[in-house]
């Protein structure tokens, strides 16, 4: 394992000194932007270094990590251990049959509190255990702010997913499948979303928009054992899933469920949770899982039907404790190649991406709940480095009445916001308040209704383009989802 991480740290320090060579050679031939070649090649020769120390630092230190469990095997016989996970993942299903899913599950790969609550349903199949979750919206938003910026829509927010395990010996497999049907209900280039960027549609990149989410978003394979008491090693990845990076991926954070509307930060902390093409391997406990990623870190095309296969050329490194059933942290970093495309024929940038989140459920009383998330996210550019904050919570009560909100902050770059006459960072920001009412549950679903209001924040350089320092937004939806599952 130790020579499989040092060939990984040769090889990216030899593809980061070839490709400032290759990016240097394709600005270059671009024409008229010489001098934005001249500019990425200084950078990559001023960050060369550090980045590949940086990276150094994460390789060896994972190193340790997967040499410690393996040593200690030569040691010591793997104790028996036929459960499926540790007595904190488990809960019983109605049949008082053990449960193989956990509160503490995420998207991908990545942890929940685990006293989250369970909106699913569960059913069992030939000695299957199934679940089902999901989140459907149909809302109408409004965001105000100068034409080719503000808009309003109405559309639908959704996304299904099916999970089936069984245990197979000592260890345990299952298969996910997560889709969506946003490539047909949610028109254009995305839904209205002020100060939201990312990815290119028609031929340009999106902005004051948020793109809809691909039909596949997941479709994995994941297999976990016990190597020795108290410790299982797993293995995760299939043609679309999530790599080891960033926090759990917002339509899944109990902070967030009952909010349609996506974070602006979404591209520095949990844009790669939809990637076509993902292997993940690492080894966990009760308290801290530790797990490291290749993939396709590409955006994905405008076709949101299909699979953007690519090279698994990108990599990450995530760590996650979870010290109390309460509370999980977990800090990522990952090298993305060639992850944002450019309009015009320029070549797609890399992105180095650095993450770290905290999670916190607190019980008010035996029936309300207050979820919060504070996460920090980092992009390392070739022509800048950016940062951004967001901070998210929500107060349920019975799962009836949920009050939710979310503030942000983040820099970001002239041209991802179509200032294309500059070349700042602009740093920007939003906050939304929203409320929530669902019915009582009726065979194993819950609707609900409410809306949000949201400001987004501008610097005074900005104000002629959206009507002002703040532009207004809001929107009002009709929701379903599936029932909390006791645990």
Known sequence: MIGALSSILVLHTGLFASRTRLRAARYGAAGSHSSRARAVVARHNRDAYEVSRSMSRLVFSFALLFAWPAAAQEHQHPAPDPA???????????????????????????????????????????????????????????????EHRGAHQTGSINWVMGMARR????????????????????????????????????????????????????????????????????????????????????????????????????????????????????VRSSRWNAEASIFNGREPGQNRTDFDFAALDSYSARFTLAPTATTVFQVSAGKLNDAELEPGGLPPNDVTRVTASASYNRALSASALWASTIAWGMNDEPLNTTHALLVESTIAQRDRHVGFMRFEVVGKPAHDLHVHESTEVFIVGKIQLGYAYYLRPARGLQFGMGGSVAGSLVPEALAPRYGGRVAPGVAVFVTLRPASHAM
């Open 84 to 146: 499926p996970a540790t007595q904190e993942h488990q809960h019983h299903t109605g049949d008082a049959q053990q449960s193989l899913f956990s509160t503490r599950d995420g998207s991908g790969t990545s942890w929940l509190p685990a006293n989250s609550p369970m909106y699913a349903g569960h059913a069992s199949a030939g000695g299957w255990q199934l679940m089902w979750h999901g989140n459907v919206f149909l809302q109408f938003i409004n965001e105000s702010a100068e």
């Open 167 to 282: 245990q197979v010996g000592n260890g345990r497999v299952g298969v996910t499948t997560m889709l969506s049907a946003e490539p047909w209900t949610i028109g254009g280039c995305g839904y209205p979303d002020l100060l939201a960027t990312g990815e290119l549609c028609d031929g340009d990149t999106i902005h004051d928009r948020q793109h809809p989410h691909d039909l596949f978003m997941e479709l994995a394979l994941e297999y976990e054992r016990p190597i020795r008491e108290g410790l299982r090693w797993f293995a995760y990845g299939g043609p679309a899933g999530e790599p080891a990076l960033g926090p759990v991926a917002f339509p899944h954070r109990v902070s967030a469920l009952a909010n349609p509307i996506a974070p602006i930060t979404h591209h520095w902390l949990d844009a790669t949770h939809i990637t076509f093409g993902v292997i993940t391997s690492g």
